[in-house]
T-cell receptor, first 111, second 112 residues
Framework: ELKVEQNPLFLSMQEGKNYTIYCNYSTTSDRLYWYRQDPGKSLESLFVLLSNGAVKQEGRLMASLDTKARLSTLHITAAVHDLSATYFCAATAGTASKLTFGTGTRLQVTL | DTAVSQTPKYLVTQMGNDKSIKCEQNLGHDTMYWYKQDSKKFLKIMFSYNNKELIINETVPNRFSPKSPDKAHLNLHINSLELGDSAVYFC???????????FGPGTRLTVT
């Protein structure tokens, strides 16, 4: 059974500094997804990573995938307040289109 | 234009009642899903339909019954509601197979 773990669970970030969230998964996965959720809101898709070595960037966020290590990272460059949210990674395995989510990482950016 | 919509947004009801949540997507996707997000924000899939056919049925009490009248709609009916059913329920849709999933706004269910 696929298990997905994220760490840290909570990250207090100072504006302007760089941080990384880690996402480990337990078995071979076809795809890795990153989502953002603001309080009381829905999930917004950030990145879909399809293959080993994949790297995607959008603004201050960069996601990468290492399928051999079963690890994805979400790197935040020069954090700003509007990045405060909960970030989830999710993976799929097998033929079913079932997303298995990590526990989420709550990011809080302070001045 | 709303891509994935759910009704109602909030649902407050008493234990033992039966309630339904509706979901519609206008993205032309073939696959739809129901997820449950508990009070600790943990997200877990419940069901998935591909073009009206049930393809994922996780370990969910049989008080929960999904129905897909067509590939644009997926409803969730819950019988004999219990306190532990209180959660946010998200509908999602995706193109065939392993495509990116788009989530609806969620339905916050509170059982008293």
């Amino acid at each position: 059974e696929l298990k997905v773990e994220q760490n840290p669970l909570f990250l207090s970030m100072q504006e302007g500094k760089n941080y990384t969230i880690y996402c480990n998964y337990s078995t071979t996965s076809d795809r890795l997804y990153w989502y953002r959720q603001d309080p009381g809101k829905s999930l917004e898709s950030l990145f879909v990573l399809l293959s080993n070595g994949a790297v995607k960037q959008e603004g201050r966020l960069m996601a990468s995938l290492d399928t051999k290590a079963r690890l994805s990272t979400l790197h935040i460059t020069a954090a700003v307040h509007d990045l405060s949210a909960t970030y989830f990674c999710a993976a799929t395995a097998g033929t079913a289109s079932k997303l298995t989510f990590g526990t989420g990482t709550r990011l809080q950016v302070t001045l | 234009d709303t891509a994935v919509s759910q009704t109602p947004k909030y649902l407050v009801t008493q234990m033992g009642n039966d309630k339904s949540i509706k979901c519609e997507q206008n993205l032309g996707h073939d696959t739809m899903y129901w997820y449950k997000q508990d009070s600790k924000k943990f997200l877990k899939i419940m069901f998935s339909y591909n073009n009206k056919e049930l393809i994922i049925n996780e370990t969910v009490p049989n008080r929960f019954s999904p129905k897909s009248p067509d590939k644009a709609h997926l409803n969730l009916h819950i019988n004999s509601l219990e306190l532990g059913d209180s959660a946010v329920y998200f509908c999602a849709s995706s193109p065939l197979g392993l495509g990116e999933q788009y989530f609806g706004p969620g339905t916050r269910l509170t059982v008293t």
